[in-house]
Nanobody, 129 residues
Framework: EVQLVESGGGLVQAGGSLRLSCAAS????????IAWFRQAPGREREGVAC????????DYSDGVKGRFTISTDTAKHTATLEMNSLKPEDTAVYYC??????????????????????WGQGTQVTVSS
């Protein structure tokens, strides 16, 4: 069974930084994509950043470009989201999601949530003004 566990959320002042981590288990291989999504109260879930393991291809939402950086360790099946210059509007529950590759599937770099079949439970990030 594939499992994803997020960590690293918390409370930070505006302008500060946080690092989120995602540990994935229950799958093999080094071809996958991991993405971070977030959902604020009363708002729809939105894609924040994603990375494809085999070539490091990344994509970011416009609101976080230049402030957030996603990375992955293919040997450990982990992903990290470095968040800098945080703003109050970044406050949300952050989820990591996994798109594993396989013989019959092509891994794509995308912030479309339906492409990711596996999700973590989320970690709260709160940015105070």
């Amino acid at each position: 069974e594939v499992q994803l566990v997020e960590s690293g959320g918390g409370l930070v002042q505006a302008g500060g930084s946080l690092r989120l981590s995602c540990a994935a288990s229950g799958f093999t291989g080094d071809d996958y994509a991991i993405a971070w999504f977030r959902q604020a109260p009363g708002r729809e879930r939105e894609g924040v950043a994603c990375i494809r393991s085999r070539d490091g291809d990344t994509d970011y939402s416009d609101g976080v470009k230049g402030r957030f950086t996603i990375s992955t360790d293919t040997a450990k099946h982990t992903a990290t989201l470095e968040m800098n210059s945080l703003k109050p509007e970044d406050t949300a529950v952050y989820y990591c999601a996994l798109q594993p590759g396989g013989m019959l599937s092509v891994v794509i770099t995308t912030l479309v949530d339906v492409v990711y079949p596996h999700w973590g439970q989320g970690t709260q990030v709160t940015v105070s003004s």
